[in-house]
């Protein structure tokens, strides 16, 4: 079984996601510094931090939560859980993601407010792009601002001990992403699914005392991505879509 197709490097290992990231510094209403609150919704991620220091702030059905972010900390969490990268000081951060490729396909949505999490808005206010169609850090601070005020509400409202707004953006999250669902599939299929059973099929051929497989192993590289992009929670070089962009071995 082969778990990429002939025009991409091989998946990284456990077909996870990888980004650099630093964080945004941009103030916020709230007197903090940083991105935009989000929710992934079937992808776990983690943050390896690798310089700088910062707080994770988070939200979930068992209450809001903060973690310290300091050079050799890693910190993880699931699908539903809502996070903000908080940059208390130059906060460089790895980011790993599982179900690579599934970010970049929609994974992902911002704590806007009610109004705008609908088909016909969503879309507009979480863009990046400018009127010529090119990123814009001001469309990405706008963006930021409109998810940290959509998430200062639901952490008022759950620390009063009322959950039905979370609730109620679980449930807008969902219907946002439902277009994409048969595409997820797909990618988790062809990906983690794939480098598993592969895994798998390795073991069951040495148990059979064929080792053929150790014959067909590569090395690869990517060097760091020269182009940064405007993230939900920073500045972004992203492995993952480098990986995908094609293989170029050395």
């Not at 980004?19 to 992934?40: F, I």
């Not at 064929?210 to 940064?228: C, E, F, M, Y």
């Amino acid at each position: 079984m082969s778990a990429v197709g002939a025009d991409t490097y091989p998946e990284f290992p456990g077909a996870v996601g990888i980004s650099e990231l630093t964080a945004y510094s941009w103030p916020t209403a709230d007197d903090e510094h940083g991105g935009s609150p989000h929710m992934h919704l079937t992808c776990t991620e983690a943050y390896a931090v690798i310089g700088g220091r910062g707080r994770l702030q988070t939200l979930t059905h068992t209450g809001p939560s903060v973690q310290e972010l300091n050079p050799g900390d890693v910190v993880w969490f699931t699908p539903g859980t809502i996070h903000r990268a908080i940059n208390d000081g130059d906060l460089h951060v790895l980011v790993i993601m599982q179900n690579g490729g599934l970010p970049e396909a929609g994974d992902a949505v911002m704590t806007f407010p009610p109004e705008y999490l609908s088909a016909d808005r969503y879309g507009a206010v979480a863009s990046v792009l400018d009127d010529g169609g090119n990123p814009s850090e001001e469309r990405a601070r706008a963006r930021r601002d409109l998810a940290v005020e959509g998430f200062c509400e639901l952490l008022r409202r759950c620390e009063a001990g009322d959950y039905s707004a979370l609730d109620h953006f679980h449930r807008q999250a969902a219907a946002l992403v439902a277009p994409h669902l048969d595409n997820w599939q797909k990618l988790v299929e062809q990906g983690a699914a794939a480098v598993a059973a592969e895994a798998l099929e390795q073991i069951d051929a040495l148990r059979a005392a064929d080792a053929g497989h150790l014959k067909r192993a590569t090395v690869n590289r990517i060097a760091s991505p020269p182009q940064t992009t405007l993230g939900m929670c920073g500045f972004l070089h992203a492995y993952d879509v480098a990986r995908r962009s094609g293989p170029q071995r050395r």
